[in-house]
T-cell receptor, first 115, second 110 residues
C-alpha cells in the first residue's frame, strides 16, 4: 500500500539554526500539507500546496517557514531560524482531491527538538 | 471560538462496551468531515469520512447533523485495540485546509 514517508524521524538542532524537513508524498497525489503537533496539544494546520504554489497557510506559517517541491517526489518544509517553541512533531500529508475524495494520508512525522 | 471542539475525555470503558464521541464545529460552510485516530506519538490515521446520510464501517458509525453543526462517532463492541485518541477533522468549503479538534481519548480496559 502506498504511503507518505518523512525524513529524518528525529532532528535535534540549536536555536537559530535552519532545518529542512523532508517528505515524499504518495506518488499520484497532487495536494500536499504540513502540520505540527506540539507535545500534548492538537494537530495544527501549517500550509497546503498545490500546483507548485501555496494554496493556504495559517497564522503560524510566518516568514520563518517556507515550503518547496524541489523535484517530482520530495516536498520540504524549511524553518529558517529555529526557536525553542518550534519544538514539535511535524507531519506531512497528501491527498488526491481530483477523485472528489479529500481524505488525507499522513506520514509518520519528524520530531523536531530545538535546544 | 474554536473551529472544532471535542470532549477531551478520557473515556474509560470495559471491553465490549458501546461508546459515543461528539464533535461540534463553528463554520457552517464546512464541507467535509472526518474521524481520525491517533495512537500515542504516532501520525493520525483516517478512520472514516462522515457523510450527510451517515455511514457505517463495521463496528464504527459516523453521523453528521449540519443543522446543529455536530458530528458523532459510535463504537460498538469496544476492543482493547480501540484505545487511542479520536480526532474530529473539518474542512471548510472552498478552502484547502483542515481543522483538527483536540481529540477525545479512549481507554478500553479488559
Amino acid at each position: 500500500e502506498p504511503e507518505v514517508t518523512q525524513t529524518p524521524s528525529h532532528q535535534v538542532t540549536q536555536m537559530g539554526q535552519e532545518v529542512i524537513l523532508r517528505c515524499v508524498p504518495i506518488s499520484n497525489h497532487l495536494y500536499f500539507y504540513w502540520y505540527r503537533q506540539i507535545l500534548g496539544q492538537k494537530v495544527e494546520f501549517l500550509v497546503s500546496f498545490y500546483n507548485n504554489e501555496i494554496s493556504e497557510k495559517s497564522e503560524i506559517f510566518d516568514d520563518q517557514f517556507s515550503v518547496e517541491r524541489p523535484d517530482g517526489s520530495n516536498f520540504t518544509l524549511k524553518i529558517r531560524s529555529t526557536k525553542l517553541e518550534d519544538s514539535a512533531m511535524y507531519f506531512c500529508a497528501s491527498s488526491d482531491l481530483s477523485t472528489g475524495e479529500d481524505e488525507q494520508f499522513f506520514g509518520p512525522g519528524t520530531r523536531l527538538t530545538v535546544l | 471560538r474554536k473551529e472544532v471542539e471535542q470532549d477531551p475525555g478520557p473515556f474509560n470503558v470495559p471491553e465490549g462496551a458501546t461508546v459515543a464521541f461528539n464533535c461540534t464545529y463553528s463554520n457552517s460552510a464546512s464541507q467535509s468531515f472526518f474521524w481520525y485516530r491517533q495512537d500515542c506519538r504516532k501520525e493520525p490515521k483516517l478512520l472514516m469520512s462522515v457523510y450527510s446520510s451517515g455511514n457505517e464501517d463495521g463496528r464504527f458509525t459516523a453521523q453528521l447533523n449540519r443543522a446543529s453543526q455536530y458530528i458523532s462517532l459510535l463504537i460498538r463492541d469496544s476492543k482493547l485495540s480501540d484505545s487511542a485518541t479520536y480526532l474530529c477533522v473539518v474542512k471548510p468549503y472552498n478552502f484547502n485546509k483542515f481543522y483538527f479538534g483536540s481529540g477525545t481519548k479512549l481507554n478500553v480496559k479488559p
